[in-house]
């Protein structure tokens, strides 16, 4: 059963730093990877999706990558702001007709 | 931007009572939309898998008679709560793939709090 983990579970850093959110899971046999942002009591917005052949995706100040073969994908935030403040959450598709299994995130509060 | 709706966004029921939950896809057809949950502190798990046409393919430990789910159309899906319990006081929410492509990102709704008192 793929099991899926993020690490630090809450991070607190001031504004204009650049950060890293990690994700980890257990089953290396996936069809892709997606990172959303989760706002208190709202639905999740797409931020990035990454196929399981490609290696990186890029969004503005947002970069994330993947090494399949070991697992990990990272989310790269650069000069974090205070509206970067959410929930992050890495999902992966173990198939293509398939549902999500989500990590339980990592709370991202940027102090102004 | 692919854009899924998903109402109410809050409901109060009564233990005993049904609860229907909708999801739409605003802007594109969705042969196929997922519902999940989430408890508190926990992370989203997938409760069923709906396709357009056919019954939906619940997970392990769902059951399928307590959380009816219709897709009717390729914008549509409910999700019911049948004889609702406190447990289930959950968040629920749908996402949805547009059209057939399994490269596409999934679009989530807003969710649905549900609290059953």
Known sequence: ?112 | GAVVSQHPSRVICKSGTSVKIECRSLDFQATTMFWYRQFPKQSLMLMATSNEGSKATYEQGVEKDKFLINHASLTLSTLTVTSAHPEDSSFYICSARVGGSYNSPLHFGNGTRLTVT
């Open chain 1, 1 to 112: 059963k793929q099991e899926v983990t993020q690490i630090p579970a809450a991070l607190s850093v001031p504004e204009g730093e650049n950060l890293v959110l990690n994700c980890s899971f257990t089953d290396s046999a996936i069809y892709n990877l997606q990172w959303f942002r989760q706002d208190p009591g709202k639905g999740l917005t797409s931020l990035l999706l990454i196929q399981s052949s490609q290696r990186e995706q890029t969004s503005g100040r947002l970069n994330a990558s993947l090494d399949k073969s070991s697992g990990r994908s990272t989310l790269y935030i650069a000069a974090s702001q205070p509206g970067d403040s959410a929930t992050y959450l890495c999902a992966v598709r173990r198939g293509g007709a398939d549902g999500l299994t989500f990590g339980k995130g990592t709370h991202l509060i940027i102090q102004p």
